[in-house]
C-alpha cells in the first residue's frame, strides 16, 4: 500500500472503493490539518477531525466560501457565482439571500409538501414491490426530486426531467474529479429551464421559491436572472443529493445489519436517531471547501492567505473524540453531533425538509417492509465531492397481511 502520507484523499478513486477510513484514522491521530501538493492541480489542506472542522464552517471571516466550495470546480464559474448564490456568499449578504429563499417555507407550503412526500414514498415503494428486484437508487431518487420541485414551483410533468439532469450534473466527474462535459451539458440545462420559470413566476407568482426569489430584494435592488438561476441551481441539487445518497447508504447499512433493521420495525420511536445516525454514517457531502482570507493557524499549522481548506465529511463524522464506537452503524445513537448538514451560518437551509424526508422513507420501510436482500451490482459514485451510489440493486420484501415476510 502506498504510504499514508503519499495519499492524495482527493482521489475519487479512492473514494468510490471505499479505501480512505484507514487513511481517515492515521491523519485524525498523526496529522489532523495536513497539505498535499497536487501536481497540475490546486493544492490543499485537509481537515480532518471534527473540531478543526466546526472552527473552519463556523469562522467565514477567515474561512471564506466566496472562492468555491468544491475542488476541481472551475474558477471562472465560482467567480460568476461568488456572492450571487447562497452556498458560495458569506455573511452579512448570506443572511440576506438566505432570508428570501426562506420566506417560501410556509406553513401551508410545509404541510402541501409532506403530504407529497407520503404520496411520493407510497407510490416508491408499491412501484418496487410489483418490480421485485431492482435498482433503489431510482426510487430513492423520487422522493427528494419530487419535494425540490413542488418546494421549487416546477410542475410535476418535469419532475423528471430535472432529476436526470442533476443527476447527471452533479454525478458525472472526469479523473482529476472535476465534471464532464455531460455534467457540464446538464448544468446548462438547469439553468435554461430555470430561466423560463422564473419569467413565467413573474406573470404568474405562485407560493413557491422561484415567486421569493423573483420578488426578492438584496441591497435595496432586485435579483438579478443570474441570481435567481443561480440559488435554483444549488437548491435542487442540494436538495436531491443528499436524501438520496443517504437513503440508498442507510438501506445498505441495515440490509447489512439484518438486526438493526428489526429493531427500527419493532419500536418506530427510534426512527429520530436512526435518520441521524443514517446521515452520520453516509455524509453524502464528501467534502466542503473554504479559502483562507489572510494567514492564520490551524491545529498548529500555519495557513497562508489563499490557500485552499478542505473538510472531509467522512472523516469528521467518524472522529473517536466526538463519536463512540465511530465505525459501528447503531440506530440509537444519542448523542449525534454529526455534521452532515455543515455548521454555521452555511448550516443547510433544507435540513429540516431532508430530515423530514428521510423520516417518511424510513418510517414507510419499516412498516411495508420485512426483509431488504441486496439482490444485485452496488455501484458507488467516483467522486471527492459526492458519497454516493451510481446503482444499488435490492429486493424489498413486503409484509405480508399476517404480518411476515412475502416473496
Known amino acids: 500500500m502506498t504510504a499514508v502520507t503519499d495519499v492524495d484523499v482527493a482521489d475519487p478513486t479512492l473514494h468510490r472503493d471505499g479505501a480512505l477510513p484507514p487513511v481517515w484514522r492515521w491523519m485524525r491521530r498523526h496529522d489532523p490539518v495536513r497539505w498535499t501538493v497536487r501536481p497540475n492541480q490546486d493544492s490543499y489542506w485537509s481537515v480532518t477531525t471534527h473540531a478543526e472542522a466546526v472552527r473552519v464552517l463556523r469562522d467565514s471571516r477567515t474561512f471564506s466560501s466566496e472562492r468555491g466550495i468544491r475542488l476541481g470546480a472551475d474558477p471562472v464559474a465560482a467567480a460568476a457565482a461568488s456572492r450571487r448564490m447562497l452556498i458560495v456568499t458569506d455573511p452579512p449578504r448570506h443572511a440576506d439571500l438566505r432570508r428570501i429563499i426562506a420566506s417560501a417555507f410556509t406553513a401551508r407550503t410545509v404541510r402541501r409538501l409532506e403530504q407529497n412526500m407520503r404520496e411520493t414514498v407510497t407510490a416508491s415503494l408499491d412501484h418496487a414491490f410489483e418490480r421485485g428486484a431492482g435498482d433503489f437508487v431510482e426510487v430513492a431518487g423520487r422522493l427528494p426530486v419530487s419535494v425540490i420541485c413542488d418546494l421549487l414551483g416546477v410542475p410535476r410533468e418535469d419532475w423528471d426531467f430535472l432529476l436526470d439532469r442533476t443527476t447527471v450534473a452533479f454525478g458525472a466527474v472526469d479523473e482529476h474529479g472535476s465534471p464532464t462535459a455531460e455534467a457540464v451539458e446538464a448544468h446548462a440545462d438547469i439553468l435554461l429551464y430555470h430561466l423560463e420559470l422564473a419569467r413565467q413566476r413573474r406573470r404568474d407568482p405562485r407560493e413557491d421559491v422561484v415567486t421569493a426569489l423573483v420578488q426578492g430584494e438584496v441591497d435595496g435592488r432586485p435579483l438579478t436572472d443570474e441570481e435567481i438561476l443561480l440559488n435554483c441551481d444549488g437548491l435542487i441539487s442540494g436538495g436531491n443529493e443528499t436524501t438520496r445518497h443517504a437513503a440508498v447508504g442507510g438501506l445498505l447499512a441495515l440490509a447489512a445489519d439484518p438486526g438493526q433493521w428489526r429493531a427500527l420495525r419493532a419500536n418506530p420511536d427510534l426512527l429520530p436517531t436512526a435518520v441521524d445516525e443514517i446521515l452520520r454514517w453516509t455524509t453524502p457531502g464528501a467534502h466542503t471547501l473554504r479559502t483562507a482570507v489572510g494567514d492564520t493557524e490551524l491545529a498548529g499549522r500555519a ?25 459501528e452503524f447503531r440506530l440509537d445513537r444519542k448523542p449525534n453531533r454529526h455534521l452532515a448538514f455543515g455548521h454555521g451560518a452555511h448550516y443547510c437551509l433544507g435540513s429540516a425538509l431532508a430530515t423530514s424526508e428521510l423520516r417518511v422513507l424510513f418510517g414507510e420501510l419499516a412498516r411495508r417492509v420485512a426483509g431488504i436482500e441486496v439482490a444485485g451490482p452496488v455501484e458507488r459514485v467516483r467522486s471527492n465531492h459526492i458519497n454516493g451510489f451510481d446503482r444499488a440493486v435490492v429486493k424489498l420484501h413486503p409484509v405480508t397481511a399476517g404480518g411476515g415476510r412475502h416473496g
Do not use: C, L, T, Y
Open 303 to 327: 495557513i497562508k492567505a489563499g490557500q485552499q481548506v478542505v473538510v472531509w465529511g467522512g472523516s469528521v463524522n467518524r472522529d473517536e473524540a466526538v463519536f463512540d464506537q465511530p465505525d
